[in-house]
């Protein structure tokens, strides 16, 4: 039987991977479009003026943004080295597509590869040019130059699989990527948590960005116990990690959302998330659904939830930007 000797949660998005004098290129698109918060969908202006008593605009500048970058990039040097630490021999990464190997023509709520390579190419001048703004700048934190190809660990991805039809969950199987550049929530993982040295892994995804087909958290907290199940039933003494890619709120900071969800995996209960509804978990808040399946089964195997830090990094007045959680079971 394989064993799970270890669990990873972080955050990856852009901010992480560019210099602080580019976090505010976001912001004039940020003022042009609805955002996702307590449910509801605010302008710019209007989350501007519902949290001005909050101190946000205060935190909205380079000096802020250094301190926080460098204990972001500290944080994530400590799960690094905890990886390495770990000897892993295959690691699940569980982490959503952002219309990088999916398109809204199919799309699905889970998917698994089970491919032998894992391809991570660099992006032609057409890819670059359906990006959003101060997106670009951000590729080569997810993307080695020249490009990458990773080992897949076809075994587990198929005990995956099957387990999840057992357990009554339809995914999608593939044998390799619609697309070869891969998602970068996995290759913040492989450049920055394997820095460049990946060991084989299996890719799990879950729609958690495109309706109308997102599974729910709870969905996702099961699923999660269907992969754990899958890893202990595998016929191997190899050493597991779980890793969890995203997170936590955006593209509007909510701490009190955040701390709830940091409470729930350090308490291993899971209800208060569950009662947020699903309408919190929207735009990139939604990559909780990522990391929710690892909490599942880290609680299930009783381990226990170090928290290495929560940083909030807001890149404007009305509280846009990302909050940066980095978490490891062991």
């Known amino acids: 039987m394989a064993e799970v000797v270890l669990g990873i949660g972080t955050s990856h998005g852009p901010m992480l991977v560019t210099e602080t004098e580019t976090w505010g290129q976001r912001v004039p698109s940020d003022k042009t479009m609805l955002h996702a918060w307590k449910g509801g969908d605010w302008s710019f202006d209007e989350l501007v003026k ?81 990006l959003p703004p101060g997106i670009e700048i951000s590729l080569p934190g997810y993307i080695p130059s020249g490009g990458a190809d990773y080992k897949g660990c076809p075994e587990l991805a198929l005990k995956i699989i ?38 084989a892994s299996v890719m799990v995804t879950v729609n958690t960005f495109f309706p109308p087909n997102q599974p729910t958290m709870r969905r996702c907290y099961k699923f999660g116990q269907s992969i754990l199940e899958a890893i202990r039933e595998w016929d191997s003494d190899l050493r597991v990690a779980l890793i969890a890619s995203g997170g936590l709120t955006h593209f509007v900071v909510d701490e009190n959302v955040d701390k709830t969800f940091l409470t729930a995996l350090e308490k291993k209960e899971f209800e208060p ?21 690892v ?36």
Request: charged share 25%; net charge negative.
């Open 273 to 293: 998330v569950f009662a947020l509804g699903e309408k919190t978990f929207r735009d990139g808040t939604s990559e909780m659904k990522n990391w929710i399946p």
């Open 295 to 330: 909490a599942g089964a880290m609680a299930q195997l009783g381990l226990e939830p170090h928290v290495l830090d929560y940083i909030p990094c807001y890149r404007s007045e009305a509280g846009t930007g990302n909050a940066m959680g980095f978490v490891y079971w062991k």
């Open 50 to 130: 519902a949290r001005a008593g909050e101190g946000i605009a205060e935190q909205a500048n380079k000096d802020v943004w250094d301190q926080r970058q460098l204990e972001c990039q500290a944080n994530i040097e400590k799960l690094a080295d905890i990886f390495e630490e770990s000897k892993i021999d295959v690691a699940v990464v569980i982490g959503n597509d952002q219309n990088e190997i999916y398109r809204n023509t199919l799309n699905p709520a889970f998917g698994v590869h089970y491919g032998d390579k894992i391809t991570n190419y660099e992006f032609s001048d057409e890819r670059k040019a359906e």
């Open 162 to 199: 099957e387990q999840a039809i057992a357990d009554e969950f339809d995914v999608a199987a593939m044998s390799d990527l619609p697309r070869p550049e891969t998602p970068h929530a996995w290759g913040f993982v492989y450049r920055r948590i394997m820095r460049d040295n990946p060991c």
